[in-house]
């Protein structure tokens, strides 16, 4: 028996299903998850000595790539200096004015210590400024476990089946009104219905949790429009998108001001963390200066700011994001001319920067239930295949695939590779 399966087996008795988050037990496409040794570079080693070329990057935050040196480097300063103070610290100020810098749309900004938290606290505040309770949040777009925001979610809840989770009391799913992603149409009647009561609406603004799904620059618009003349919160979950997409994220590439924003993943350089921020007429309700609670014994932990720090600023010193827009379009070419070489099969690949989703259907995708519609065993197929040759997707056909900068030309020649072998075998 491999090391991994011994361990699985063994992690079975001991955590639930086996994982400390659902995803990663592969039940979209069925065997044992493999356990990780070690990951440097675009690489990720398993238990059993196994190379993979990955590009799950721990889920987003790995854009330099694994245990990029400056990151390192960071981390053992800051570990020598203490890892926790529970009272405030410089590096904490750095990194808020990081963030101000590169997203102007952030005035003021708090750290947390989750992608969770940070959408948890954007929707309190947003309740909080306004008076009001309902959330509008779009089908298929995940904002991490909180309460009121796991209806008709996308992610390991989609993946497993569980849009709606057990353990959310019905009066408050009530206060969350979902619908459908890009359709304008829905929004606005639902605005008409609820505009008196809306708190705040929430959306990834480039969906990346049930796939990968493109805006409609039209549909967005409307968003901020209906916000501006009603007064609800305009929130943006950019905890996958920020400092990925560019340094001002999706809202940056797409030209958009939210009223507040989510971070997380890549800000703290593998380390855990999230952030929220925006308007400071806004940030300003939250304690001790206004009536918002929130809080955190770990939040601005000094070695997730000094990892997530280390990271930013090697993504600005080394242009790096032009290196992955690069890297991006040059797999980009060849998965399309693929492709376009095997019109009998379903597919469709989406792109934007480092972030891509191949998925298997013949129609174009622009919400969830268009990406509902792939062939799940044909993603199944092709995951494993990709696998085997040594090239790890994430484990769904509904999760986004992430590029670092330090993913290669023999990568990429070797992902290609993995997928003609793939196509050639059906
Ligand atoms: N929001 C988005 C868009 C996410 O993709 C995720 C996690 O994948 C979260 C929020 C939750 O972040 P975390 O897992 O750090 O709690």
């Known amino acids: 028996m491999e090391r991994s399966e011994a361990l699985f087996a063994e992690s079975l008795k001991l955590?639930?299903?086996?994982?400390?988050?659902?995803?990663?037990?592969?039940?979209?496409?069925?065997g044992t998850p493999f356990f990780a040794e070690s990951a440097?570079?675009?690489?990720?080693?398993?238990?059993?000595?196994?190379?993979?070329?990955?590009?799950?990057?721990?889920?987003?935050?790995?854009i330099l790539g694994h245990s990029s040196q400056p990151v390192q480097q960071a981390l053992e300063a800051a570990i020598s200096k203490g890892t926790s103070f529970g009272v405030p610290g410089p590096l904490e100020l750095d990194m808020a004015r990081l963030i101000e810098d590169w997203v102007p749309s952030v005035e003021k900004v708090r750290m947390c210590s989750s992608g969770t938290e940070a959408t948890m606290s954007c929707i309190r505040l947003a309740r909080g400024f306004t008076g009001k309770d309902k959330i509008i949040k779009f089908e298929g777009c995940y904002h991490g476990h909180v309460d009121s925001l796991l209806v008709k979610a996308g992610s390991g809840a989609l993946t497993l089946g569980q849009p709606d989770s057990a353990g959310i009391p019905a009066s408050l799913a009530t206060e969350t009104i979902t619908l459908p992603f890009n359709d304008?149409?829905?929004?606005?009647?639902?605005?008409?219905?609820?505009?008196?009561d809306l708190a705040g609406v929430i959306l990834e603004p480039i969906p990346a949790n049930a796939g990968l799904i493109l805006p409609d620059p039209e549909f967005l618009q409307t968003l901020r429009q209906r916000a501006d003349e009603i007064g609800f919160v305009l929130i943006f979950d950019e905890v996958m998108t920020g400092f990925r997409l560019g340094k001002a994220g999706a809202q940056g590439i797409l030209g958009m001001t939210p009223d507040l924003s989510a971070f997380g993943k890549v800000?703290?350089?593998?380390?855990?963390?999230?952030?929220?921020?925006?308007?400071?007429?806004?940030?300003?309700?939250?304690?001790?200066?206004?009536?918002?609670?929130?809080?955190g014994t770990l939040s601005g932990n000094p070695l997730a700011m000094a990892a997530g720090k280390a990271q930013l600023e090697e993504l600005e010193a080394t242009?790096?994001?032009?290196?992955?827009?690069?890297?991006?379009?040059?797999?980009?070419?060849?998965?399309?001319?693929?492709?376009?070489?095997?019109?009998?099969?379903?597919?469709?690949?989406?792109?934007?920067?480092?972030?891509?989703?191949?998925?298997?259907?013949?129609?174009?995708?622009?919400h969830l239930e268009d990406a509902k519609q792939s062939d799940l065993e044909l993603f199944k197929r092709y995951f494993h295949h990709m696998k085997s040759a040594g090239v790890y997707v994430p484990p769904s056909q509904f999760e986004t695939n992430f590029i670092s900068s330090a993913h290669t030309n023999e990568d990429i020649e070797a992902t290609l590779h993995a997928f003609d072998s793939f196509l050639g075998s059906n």
């Open 15 to 30: 955590i639930p299903g086996g994982v400390n988050s659902p995803v990663r037990a592969f039940r979209a496409v069925g």
């Open 40 to 62: 440097k570079g675009s690489k990720l080693y398993d238990v059993d000595g196994n190379e993979y070329v990955d590009y799950v990057c721990t889920w987003g935050p790995a």
């Open 184 to 196: 304008i149409e829905s929004f606005l009647a639902a605005v008409n219905e609820f505009g008196d």
């Open 267 to 295: 800000i703290g350089g593998g380390l855990p963390v999230g952030a929220f921020g925006g308007k400071a007429s806004i940030m300003d309700f939250l304690a001790p200066d206004g009536p918002v609670y929130q809080a």
């Open 319 to 366: 242009d790096a994001y032009v290196k992955l827009e690069e890297i991006g379009s040059q797999l980009e070419a060849g998965f399309r001319k693929r492709i376009s070489d095997h019109p009998e099969l379903p597919m469709k690949f989406y792109r934007v920067g480092s972030m891509f989703c191949l998925f298997f259907t013949k129609h174009e995708v622009h």
